[in-house]
Every structure is written in structure tokens, then in C-alpha cells.
């Protein structure tokens, strides 16, 4: 691509000047004003600092080493030592017939690729999946895809909560109350029923409490009933999990759920306890600050009338069981082992953010030497018209299923006041694309890390940055191939003479960069941006340069930009797990 180009020659020129630099941070960067050049880099400027150097007569040095002419018009120094690039239309124009002759699609592959594991989605056995659910889902899938996009091996695991004490009453509730019929029809209602039936009885009956508790040991020795219905629990939960991932495209290479790990729980306590990473505090074992951090930073102790108190993580309760701590102790040390990712990463609400931080510290600490990189990729709440946390207006969560369902509908009825003319087979397809491509464009689209307020209105409107806006952009483009028919198809030459056609061209080039971005800061919503400006400025285009009743080698040339723009944004969606369609 050609800020990579243009990236090697100046880290070429600053070898030359500076031969001990470091060249990672040699970097060239988009303009953030246009007006002063497409590229920049600001790395002369650190560089010059270390050393005690004048940054522009260190840029001026590096100048004289620098040759892009065949990409770049006259480098500028600019400011207190920017080097600033401005591109060659001819260069952009051959960047752009390579990618129209098949060459790539504005990205280069890595070109040292890594293993990285994601745990995403990891829903919990017996209960319906959440709009949290849904967002680790969506958030999850689109970095994998992304990842894998740009070459790199990317393991999937979905790390379903298949154990815990909720197992206690919901065997309670299965042996006493199971309604088979009600089973069949809806599995993870009827158990949640049982489990919220149990629960509620047991806040007020120690007896009962006390037979949940029994049925839990029971599971944990190794019953071979309760083991039993354990199992159809997990499978029938799978089953309704897998009947929402087909519809929401979403794959995994792995399913190892929490009960994987039990053989290895002991071991895990064990050994942090013989390495004096854990000790026993109150019949419990747990882990302490090691002292290592500022206490600001240290996720063992917690502010507490203005004083740093022990906030340590519990791996080992009381009475000798393990919790979800320790679980995903055993699970990061076996996918370090298995896989030996050069990363890991955990997609889950903010709300877990203490457990991550302990998580990772404890890792740390037992694996001193493990060069992995651990990430904790969380996402804030959704919320209702009235910024409360999304309810049903029961006041119950609200069920992703459900979810999809009301998105497809209301999309239809949009669809079928737009074109009714299609058939209906026509328009439901439309309406099931439309609708999911909004739900999840809904979640990707603002920063992950805030809040955000889930309406109707807003992402299925066909204005704005939403994904129907952005299907209907790419369906658009499709439709001028339709009415140019077979007689006229896009060059394999392309001039760029107007300004729109060559500000589309850049936002083009861009494409790699905002790839590249995504997966470095695991933010989709860069991508969705990119792809709102992209379609903005193709309009632009579309509105100032008439491309079918333009001359020939020009009619040509500007197909070429059109096909290109629609490639890009079929992909881009693609990424976010958003289909297109021809026509809407
Ligand atoms: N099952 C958990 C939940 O629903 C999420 C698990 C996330 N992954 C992990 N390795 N802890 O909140």
C-alpha cells in the first residue's frame, strides 16, 4: 500500500542518518488536515529529542536520504519537524488498477502473523442470552473476521458457563417441578423457570437451601443422575445457542466451556499456593498484592475510607470449591500451552473488568516468562429510550432471540413500504439482511467503551450512520451496473481528473489503514465510520461526476471507481458480519 511505501523509504532514510534508531516508531499516518499533505510522519521529532538534535535539521537530514518520488509530489518539513506527503495522482491512479485488475483490496496481509486466541460471546447454561450477550458476540466475531482478513491465525473459543452453583437448584427445580412439555417447546424458558422458581423459594426456606446445596455435591462427586441431567441441560442450551449463532453468522473453533477445566482446578490452586502466589486467609485461599504495583494501578487493593486495603481474588472458597477465578486460571494457562497464541483476548461487559485485571496479574506472576499478550476488550451497557438498562417493559431482560425477531419484522414492514413490488419471498430476505445488519451495526458503531440507547427508530433508519444506510449505498452502486448492462463494464485504466474522483480514490486507500487500526486498538467502530465517510464521499462523487452518460474512456474509468467503492464496502460490512444485498 502506498503509506507503507512511502513508510519503508523514510525508515530506509532515517537508517542512514540514524543508524541505532528504532524504527517501530518511524510511522506515516494520514494527514489529520488535508491541507497539509494525504501522509505525514511526526517520528523525526522524538528521535531528535533522545538525541538532543534540532528536529528540522534532523528532518532536513533525513530529506536528503528520502526519494518517493515515483509516489509523492515535493516532501515538505513543516512545523517543529513533520515530514509531510502529498500523493501523485498517477500514483493513485495505479494503486487503483491494481486493485481493480484483482491485485488486493487496499491491504497488504501481515507480514508476521500471529496466533490469537478470542473468547467471545460465553454464555451461561439454562439462562436465555442477553443484549450483553449479543454485544460480546457481535464485537467478538467482527475482530476475528478482521484478524483473519489480515492474515492472522485467529482461534475462536466460546467459554460457555457450564458450572457453578446455579447447577444446585436448577437439579432441585428439574427433579420437582420439570414441566416436559414446557421443555420441549422452549428449553431455556422452562429452566430458567425451575431456577427462578428454586432460587425464590430458597430465600426462604433454609431446608430447602440446604437439598439445593446437597444436589450440588451430589453433581460435583460425580452423580450419575444429576450427571445426567446436567448433560441434557447443557445440550438443550447449546442447541437454542447454536439456533442463534446460524442466524447471527457467527462460527467458533472451539466450545470449551467452564466444567473443561475441572481436572484441573487442584492443580492450579496447588501450584499458586506452593509458589506463594496464594495463601490462606479465613478457611479461603486467595491472592494478595505482591507489592509490585503503585497502588493505584494494583488490582489487590481497593480505596476505602481513604485508605489502600486488601482487595484480594479468591480462588478457593471456604468450604473447598473453585469459582470462576480459578476456572479462568486453568483456561488461560491451557490455551497458553495449547495454542501458545502471541495473544489472548477476552470480549466481555465493563463490569468485568476487576476480575480481567486480577486475572492477568495472577497470570503474571505464575508465568513470569510468558511473553503473551493479554487483553481485556469491554464494552459498556445498553440501554432503554429512558437510560435505564434495556428491559422488556415487564421489567425482564431482554431475550436476543426475541430481539432478532422484532428487528426482522419491523425491517419488513419498512422493506415492504419501500418496494411493493417485490415478492414476498423477496422482501423477507431484505428484511432479515436489513434487520440483523442494524442490530449489529447498533452495537459496533459507537465506542464500545460508553453507554448506549437502543432505538428502533434510529438503527433502522436508511439515514445516518447506520448499517441500512450503508446496505442501501452499496445496493445503489449495484443498481448502476444493472442499468449500464453488459455493453458497458468497468476499466482497468483509471484516470482521476475531477476532485471528488480523487478524494474517492484516497478515502479508498485508507481502507488498510482503518484494518489495521481495528485490530491494533480492537475498535470497531473506526471501520463503521470509515465506511459512513466512505459512502458520503462516494456520493459526493456520484452527485459532481455523471459516470453512465459520461464519454467512453471516461464512463469507464469512473465504473471502475464505483466498482471499487461497492467492493469496499461489501467487504468492510462483511467484516462487521453485515450481508448486502443487490437490491433494496
Ligand atoms: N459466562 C460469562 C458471563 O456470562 C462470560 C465469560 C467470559 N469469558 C471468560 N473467560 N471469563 O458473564
Not at 447454561?125 to 482478513?149: E, F, N, Q, Y
Not at 413500504?417 to 445488519?437: F, Y
Amino acid at each position: 500500500m502506498l503509506h507503507q511505501f512511502i513508510e519503508r523509504a523514510v525508515q530506509q532514510a532515517v537508517a542512514k542518518v540514524l543508524p541505532d534508531a528504532d524504527m517501530s516508531s518511524v510511522l506515516v499516518r494520514p494527514c489529520p488536515d488535508p491541507k497539509f499533505g494525504d501522509y505525514q510522519t511526526n517520528a523525526l521529532m522524538s528521535l531528535a529529542k533522545e538525541r538532543k538534535l534540532n528536529p528540522c535539521q534532523l528532518a532536513a537530514d533525513v530529506l536528503t536520504q528520502l526519494n518517493v518520488s515515483e509516489w509523492c509530489e515535493k516532501v515538505e518539513i513543516a512545523g517543529a519537524g513533520f515530514l509531510n506527503f502529498r500523493l501523485k495522482v498517477s500514483a493513485l491512479e495505479q494503486t487503483l488498477a491494481a486493485v481493480a485488475r484483482g491485485g488486493h483490496l487496499f491491504f497488504e496481509k501481515a507480514a508476521e502473523p500471529r496466533t490469537i486466541v478470542i473468547d467471545f460471546s460465553s454464555p451461561n447454561v439454562a439462562k436465555p442470552m442477553h443484549v450483553g450477550h449479543i454485544r460480546s458476540t457481535v464485537l467478538g466475531d467482527c475482530l476475528a473476521r478482521t484478524l483473519r482478513l489480515l492474515g492472522h491465525r485467529v482461534v475462536t473459543d466460546n467459554h460457555i458457563g457450564d458450572w457453578g452453583t446455579q447447577f444446585g437448584k436448577l437439579l432441585l427445580g428439574w427433579k420437582g417441578q420439570l414441566d416436559r412439555a414446557a421443555l420441549a417447546a422452549d428449553p431455556i424458558g422452562e429452566m430458567e423457570r425451575l431456577y427462578k422458581s428454586t432460587n425464590a423459594a430458597c430465600e426462604t426456606d433454609a431446608d430447602l437451601l440446604e437439598r439445593a446445596r446437597q444436589e450440588l455435591v451430589k453433581l460435583q462427586n460425580g452423580d450419575a443422575e444429576n450427571l445426567v441431567i446436567w448433560r441434557e441441560m447443557i445440550e438443550l442450551s447449546q442447541h437454542q445457542f447454536d439456533t442463534l449463532y446460524g442466524r447471527l453468522g457467527v462460527e467458533f473453533d472451539f466450545t470449551l466451556g467452564e466444567s473443561f477445566y475441572n481436572p484441573r482446578l487442584k492443580q492450579v490452586v496447588a501450584e499458586l499456593r506452593e509458589r506463594g502466589i496464594a495463601r490462606e486467609s479465613e478457611g479461603a485461599i486467595c491472592v494478595f498484592s505482591d507489592g509490585s504495583l503503585p497502588p493505584k494501578e494494583d488490582p489487590f487493593l481497593k480505596q476505602q475510607d481513604g485508605q489502600w486495603t486488601p482487595n484480594p481474588c479468591l480462588i478457593q472458597k471456604s468450604d473447598g470449591a473453585a469459582n470462576y477465578a480459578t476456572t479462568d486460571l486453568a483456561t488461560l494457562a491451557y490455551r497458553f500451552e495449547t495454542w501458545q497464541p502471541a495473544e489472548i483476548v477476552y470480549v466481555t461487559d465493563g463490569r468485568q473488568q476487576l476480575h480481567f485485571r486480577q486475572l492477568f496479574a495472577i497470570f503474571r506472576r505464575w508465568h513470569p516468562d510468558a511473553k503473551v499478550k493479554l487483553s481485556h476488550v469491554w464494552f459498556g451497557s445498553i440501554l432503554g429510550e429512558n437510560n435505564t438498562p434495556f428491559k422488556t417493559r415487564s421489567g425482564e431482560t431482554v431475550k436476543l432471540a426475541e430481539l432478532l425477531d422484532e428487528a426482522e419484522s419491523r425491517a419488513l414492514a419498512i422493506v415492504s413500504e419501500k418496494n411493493p413490488n417485490l415478492s414476498e419471498t423477496e422482501r423477507r430476505e431484505i428484511a432479515r439482511v436489513i434487520g440483523l445488519g442494524a442490530i449489529k451495526y447498533a452495537d459496533l458503531s459507537p465506542n464500545r467503551q460508553s453507554d448506549y440507547v437502543f432505538s428502533w427508530d434510529k438503527m433502522l433508519s436508511f439515514a445516518g450512520n447506520t448499517a441500512p444506510y450503508l446496505q442501501y449505498a452499496y445496493a445503489r452502486i449495484r443498481s448502476i451496473f444493472r442499468k449500464a448492462g453488459a455493453g458497458m463494464s468497468p476499466a482497468a485504466e483509471i484516470r482521476l481528473i475531477a476532485t471528488e474522483e480523487i478524494t474517492l480514490a484516497k478515502k479508498l486507500l485508507h481502507f488498510g489503514l482503518v484494518l489495521e487500526a481495528v485490530t491494533e486498538d480492537y475498535r470497531p467502530n473506526y471501520l463503521c465510520n470509515y465506511l459512513y465517510e466512505l459512502a458520503g464521499v462516494f456520493t459526493g462523487f456520484y452527485e459532481a461526476c455523471p459516470v453512465l452518460k459520461a464519454a467512453d474512456a471516461e464512463r469507464a474509468s469512473r465504473l471502475a471507481l464505483c466498482d471499487l467503492t461497492s467492493r469496499v464496502l461489501q467487504q468492510g460490512l462483511a467484516l462487521l458480519g453485515i450481508e448486502t444485498v443487490e437490491q433494496m
